[in-house]
């Protein structure tokens, strides 16, 4: 097996586990393909970010370059204060009720 396809299998490997950790799919693909996606968080807060990494905890995801769309109770202070998540948003997978991929077009 070469490098390249060794990798690939690697890859799909950590997705299948990603997805078996409940993760949604646009969150999956986002954690090994940056682009435009969004999460809305249970408290109706929305979310755009580029990218998305995985951590130790299977409770929580990072959100890299995320732009809070919408500030529902959870983020409505971080907004006020005028944060501005520079090294990702962290968020507990738990509160995410939905995910897309593009969503505002590919």
């Known amino acids: 097996m070469d490098e390249t396809t060794a990798f690939e ?9 990603l997805a078996a950790r409940g993760w949604p799919w646009p969150l999956v693909k986002s954690a090994f393909d940056p682009f435009d996606y969004a999460v809305g968080l249970r408290d109706g807060s929305v979310v755009r970010y580029e990218h998305a990494d995985t951590t130790e905890s299977e409770e929580w995801v990072t959100l890299i370059e995320p732009k809070i769309v919408a500030a529902g109770a959870l ?9 501005t998540f520079e090294r990702g948003l962290v968020v507990r997978l738990s509160e995410i009720a939905w995910a897309s991929d593009g969503p505002v077009g590919s």
């Open 9 to 17: 299998e690697l890859q799909k490997r950590r997705q299948a586990e």
């Open 75 to 83: 983020l409505r202070g971080a907004t006020e204060a005028g944060f």
